[in-house]
């Protein structure tokens, strides 16, 4: 993703750029169509843009007591939830979208299509009836993805529990942003039939999708196991995610989530392996290129950007604190 500074004030984090979008093709080579324009701070307060529709009288409304933004997208939070927690998950939130670092985010058509959409990630201790989101769907901010506070961890600190907060806000950028940006590549729907659905389709063992437009959903798969190391048998399935409160498109926002999560070495671990053998095989980045090449393949495209250094909840580029935060 080419990158082009438009403008740059005084204010060392606040930045007005441009850059050339995909014409939505898998290769690199890709001409643009058009130009991403997005105004965004590192850390801003919610509501302080009138472009985004999410405002604080909204997410006061809604039973959330305090927020933040990360490059345009709120984190609201119950009164549950401790101001660590909530940069925790800022921080996290920072790093996958500027995964190097440096101040400017990875993928500026992505963000761009985010803030257009005014998404948010909400944030509850234990239970998400802590909140309710009919305000803010009402005022038309109805893209959003949620995280508790309880499954906000240091990841396998526990040798058990993966950093949830890493998982659910890497859902919210492709579930609106890279299916957004790129429909055919990476469109995530029921009735898509973008690379990764016919990715995931092979992953799941069978090149015919499997689809289930509405819950409750049966899933079926010709293999559920995992080998100890090295890859499944050929024409099995490596991927057999079953919740039943699934549909055709969020078994895509998972088999992304596990796809770039293992290839930045997320479940590298004893607790890792045995934790992702629930639904998912090639848990680590040497076997997932073995394994599916083809997610690899797509995913390591620097033309997407996609994160390739595990978040630790540490953003090198900004310290965030509990002033950013501010109380509704």
């Known amino acids: 993703m080419k990158l082009k500074i438009i403008l740059v004030v005084s204010l060392p984090l606040f930045l007005i750029l441009g850059c050339k979008k995909s014409d ?4 690199s080579t890709s001409t643009s169509t058009s130009t ?31 927020g933040l933004t990360v490059f345009g997208i ?13 940069l925790h998950a800022a921080n996290v939130t920072a790093e996958l979208l500027d995964n190097d670092e440096n101040g400017t985010v990875d993928n500026l058509c992505v963000v761009a299509k985010l803030n257009d959409l005014s998404t948010y990630v ?3 201790n234990t239970d998400d009836s802590e909140f309710n989101t009919d305000t803010l769907t009402e005022a038309g901010a109805a893209k959003y993805s949620g995280l508790g506070a309880n499954e906000t961890v240091d990841n396998y600190a526990d040798n058990s529990s993966h950093d949830a907060s890493i998982e659910e806000i890497f859902h919210l950028i492709t579930q609106y942003g890279y299916s957004n940006v790129y429909p055919t590549v990476f469109g995530e729907s029921n009735t898509s039939t973008s690379t990764l659905a016919q990715a995931m389709d092979v992953a799941r063992g069978s090149s015919t999708p499997q689809r289930c437009a509405e819950a409750p959903c ?6 559920t196991t995992c080998p100890d190391n090295g890859s499944v048998e ?3 399935a490596w991927y057999f995610y079953s919740d039943s409160s699934a549909d055709y498109a969020t078994q895509m926002t998972e088999y992304i989530y596990w796809s770039v999560s ?6 590298d ?14 848990n680590t980045r040497a076997e997932l290129s073995a394994q599916d090449p083809t997610i690899y393949n797509l995913i390591d495209n620097s033309t997407y950007a996609f994160p390739t250094v595990l978040p630790n909840a540490s953003y090198g580029y900004y310290t965030f604190t509990t002033s950013d935060i501010i109380t509704f």
């Open 36 to 66: 991403c324009t997005v105004s965004y701070t590192a850390v801003g307060k919610v509501g302080d843009k009138s472009s985004n529709l999410v405002t604080a009288a909204l997410a006061k409304s809604a039973s959330f007591t305090k």
């Open 122 to 124: 909400t944030m509850y």
């Open 24 to 27: 939505d093709s898998s290769t």
């Open 269 to 282: 671990s004893a607790a890792g392996k045995a934790l992702a053998d629930n639904e998912w095989c090639p």
């Open 234 to 236: 050929s024409g099995k």
């Open 262 to 267: 293992s290839k930045f070495d997320m479940h």
């Open 218 to 223: 049966t899933w079926t798969y010709n293999n």
């Open 74 to 86: 709120s984190l609201l939070a119950t009164s549950g939830v401790s101001d660590a927690k909530l």
